[in-house]
Nanobody, 119 residues
Framework: QVQLVESGGGLVQAGGSLRLTCAAS????????MGWYRQAPGKQRELVVL???????NYADSVKGRFTISRDNAKNTVYLQMNSLKPEDTAVYYC?????????????WGQGTQVTVSS
């Protein structure tokens, strides 16, 4: 059973920074892609950024230039560096891992970590 554990959330003032960590219980080489999603109160979960096993990234327009995803394969960990935070970044952030086996798609989610940005 794959487990993803997020950490690093918290309360920060607008303009501040946080770094989220997602630790996987298995080698992240086994995933075709990993990413971060977020869900604000009353809103649908949305993609923040995705990174493929080949290192390609896809950022939401709202976070481009402010957020950076990275991975440490040796530690089976993915990070999300968030700079210049805005109140609208307030949400629960979820780590996601996806793998494709033949025609089947498997996804795994962490429990989420709260990020609150005060104005």
């Amino acid at each position: 059973q794959v487990q993803l554990v997020e950490s690093g959330g918290g309360l920060v003032q607008a303009g501040g920074s946080l770094r989220l960590t997602c630790a996987a219980s298995t080698s992240i080489f086994s995933f075709n892609a990993m990413g971060w999603y977020r869900q604000a109160p009353g809103k649908q979960r949305e993609l923040v950024v995705l990174i493929t096993s080949g290192g390609s990234t896809n950022y939401a327009d709202s976070v481009k230039g402010r957020f950076t995803i990275s991975r440490d394969n040796a530690k089976n960990t993915v990070y999300l560096q968030m700079n210049s935070l805005k109140p609208e970044d307030t949400a629960v952030y979820y780590c996601n891992a996806m793998t494709l086996i033949v025609a089947s798609r498997f996804e795994y989610w962490g429990q989420g970590t709260q990020v609150t940005v005060s104005s």
